[in-house]
């Protein structure tokens, strides 16, 4: 779906939004606008199973507990609790929207770059939410701030069931956070400023993350379903073996838990669908009556070399008979620096470290 590029190449920026037809065409225009003109080369990681189970798109009851269920994973997030004066806690609520996303990416994309369980919350996080366009200051840090200790308290469980086996990982995000004081006097208020991934979710991280654009995550930012559904389409995409759809009662089920009727799902999805692959400009997909129908596609982000320490791992995909498939070759190396990985996606160069294994087949 990249008609919406070839639009902005043939008739302009102002020329294409003034061709969009509907709202959605128009966001999808102009997050497609600021993709393209981003000329950093940053790059993120997330856990292979936050691209196929996502949190809420809107807040919850703060007692509430947030399930979603696909057809390989489910996903169950219990909300954390608040210790305050005296012999009473409170429940804090699960994470959701947009900012809850970035900070989750942001931590994961952090500790594989470090090589690190142990990610700052404070002046790096406010960095690389600037880079991303988002104010630092009044609402939007008290958002980051409800979020970012939201996440800190409350606890998953990833049910995956594959090939006639199923697995069940019980987990927190953070084993461990250290907290200052905004001011105020309720402990509740307290900020995040230093938080250790657990080392659970931090072993499936380094085994099985997939890489994302950061020009991309900056340009839907704001939108927590098309964010959803790019991180979606970048696990999906580039491992198929052949055209596969998936049916609209599906895909209700994964992405749509916020609604209560799926004409209203549909109607939202086909828009978010449009604004992710504005910033996925090699996805080949189809909406139809059915579903959505997904086909090999190059990944946003394309292994070229991941190289460790004392190995470096060589991974490219290639064109074949119109599919892809991913090709890799091992070779030693005296290099006993940091690790690092160089990655090509969209025709940008990017360089980021890596975990020590890059799993892409799952």
């Not at 979603?68 to 169950?76: A, H, K």
């Not at 609790?81 to 994470?95: A, H, I, K, Q, S």
């Not at 996440?151 to 697995?167: I, K, P, Y």
Request: with cysteine; net charge positive; glycine share 8%.
């Amino acid at each position: 779906m990249a008609a919406v590029h070839k639009l902005i190449e043939e008739l302009g920026r102002q020329g294409a939004l003034r061709a969009a037809q509907t709202e959605g065409d128009r966001r999808a225009v102009e997050a497609a606008i600021s993709y393209m003109s981003d000329e950093e080369a940053g790059i993120g990681f997330l856990y292979s199973g936050w691209c196929q189970a996502a949190l809420p798109h809107k807040r919850l009851a703060d007692d509430a507990v947030w399930k979603v269920q696909t057809e390989r994973v489910t996903l169950v997030v219990e909300p954390g609790r608040r210790n305050l004066v005296g012999d009473y806690t409170e429940f804090c609520g699960v994470p959701y929207g947009s900012r809850a996303r970035l900070i989750l990416l942001y931590l994961q994309s952090e500790a594989l770059r470090t090589s690190s369980r142990d990610v700052e919350l404070g002046r790096s996080l406010h960095a690389w939410l600037g880079r991303l366009g988002i104010p630092i200051g009044g609402k939007s840090f008290a958002d980051v701030r409800e979020q970012a200790d939201r996440l800190s308290r409350c606890r998953l469980t990833f049910h995956v069931q594959q090939e006639g086996r199923a697995g069940l990982i019980n987990q927190n995000i953070v084993d461990a956070a250290m907290f200052v004081s905004d001011g105020e006097s309720r402990q509740g208020s307290l900020f995040v400023e230093t938080a250790r991934l657990s080392e659970t979710f931090y072993e499936q991280l380094r085994k099985h993350p997939v890489p994302l654009e950061e020009a991309a995550i900056k340009a839907i930012s704001n939108n927590s379903q098309a964010l959803d559904v790019y991180c979606w389409l970048a696990y999906r995409l580039h491992v198929l073996p052949a055209a596969r759809t998936v049916s609209w009662p599906a895909l209700f089920a994964q992405f749509g838990s916020s609604y209560k009727k799926l004409a209203h799902f549909k109607m939202r999805f086909v828009d978010s669908v449009k604004i992710a692959t504005a910033v996925y400009r090699d996805a080949n997909i189809e909406l139809d009556e059915k579903g959505i129908i997904l086909k090999p596609s190059r990944p946003p982000v394309a292994p070229k070399q991941i190289a460790t320490t004392g190995k470096i791992l060589i991974a490219r995909v290639q064109p074949d008979g119109g599919n892809f498939s991913s090709v890799a070759e091992s070779a030693q190396s005296d290099d006993r620096r940091s690790p690092t990985i160089l990655v090509t996606g969209s025709g940008r160069s990017l360089k980021a470290r890596p975990p020590k294994i890059w799993d892409t087949s799952h």
